[in-house]
Structure formats: C-alpha cells, structure tokens
C-alpha cells in the first residue's frame, strides 16, 4: 500500500512512505506520450495523497513536493496549475462519496462500456489532430449520418440493436529501444526439460 503508519498521542498517523533512493524520472513534458499520460499521473497521484495521508498539513506538503518534481521535469507551472486544481477536486468528491454512489457509478460504467467501440492508434505527436478527424468522421457517418439510420438503431440478422453509440480513440506509445531488442517471450527449445538431467 506505500504508506507509514504511526502512532501520535494515541492516535493512528498515515502517511505516504516513499524510497530514499527513488529518483521520481517522470515522464518529461517533450517526450512522445499523448498528452493524456500527464493528466492520468497528477490525477492517480493526487488521489492516492488524499488516500493515504490523514493529516491535511501532510496532504498540502505531499502536493508541494510532488508538483516541485516535476517542475523539476521542465513542466511549466502555467501547464500544471489547471490540472491540479482539477485533480484535487477530483479527490475530494471522489472521497466524499458514498459506497452506494460508487457502485452506481461503477454499474454506469459497465453499461457505458457495452455501447462503446474502441479504436487504438499509435501515438505520433506530429499527427495533424487524427482523434478529431475520426471523431467527426463518426458523427457524420455513423453516430448522425443524413438521410440514414444511425449505427445504434441499426439491427443485426438477429433484429437485434447494434447499440454502439461511443467512439473512444486510444492511443498507445510506439514501440521503444527496449522493445526492439530486449527478449520478452523464450521459446522453449526441443529435447527433455533441465530437471530431466538432475538427480
């Protein structure tokens, strides 16, 4: 869980607990990641602060020294103000609600997710804006196309609804030095197995 427990006048403590030696090398701002990656790091980072730390001085310390770091990784305050307000926003609601409200929003999800197609595209960032290309592509031929039924009314063989009304484009990174040449998958070779030779 990443977290220290202490004990303080008879009372529990929490915070985060962190490794000397790490070197907090987040992803830097010109690196060839969508822009996404950013948000999703501040946003699960911010989050998992409010989590584990019970005191609000520690909570406040906990966000200077993470947004400190990466302005340390040449993130510009100007690009960083808006999303961390946002993400302790997120936080916030995200913990003052109730465990009902959490399953009905997990079940949301879930029936979100049955009328939703994704399409994943390798991240390039020079391409000249493809999710808003596609995006409007898919409004004006699929999701609204004129004088047609949309794809959502459209049935199958079966007559029964197609149903998909979402398009999520994902993005993935393109393959680095690392996939090119370390080894992932072994195949196994031919013949008996090591432990045939053991005693």
Known sequence: ????????????????????????LYIPPNSAHPPGCITGLI?????????LCSEESDIHNRLRVFF??????????????PLFVKAVDNAKAYLQ?????????????????KQRVFLHLPYHPYDPAPSKTVQRLRRSYVTSPDYMEPLAEVTN?????????????????????RNLFSVRKFHKLEGPNVSSFLD
């Open 1 to 24: 869980m990443d977290f220290t427990i202490s004990i303080d006048n008879g009372k529990f403590k929490f915070t985060l607990f962190e490794k000397p030696l790490n070197l907090y």
């Open 43 to 51: 946003f699960g980072n911010v989050l998992r602060i409010y989590q």
């Open 68 to 81: 400190r770091r990466l302005r340390a990784c040449n993130y510009t305050p100007e690009a960083l103000l």
């Open 97 to 113: 609600r109730s465990d009902a409200e959490h399953e009905a929003r997990k079940l949301a999800k879930e029936k979100d997710s």
């Open 157 to 177: 063989h079966r007559d029964a609804r197609i149903g998909l009304r979402w398009l999520t484009i994902a993005y993935h990174r393109a393959p680095n030095l």
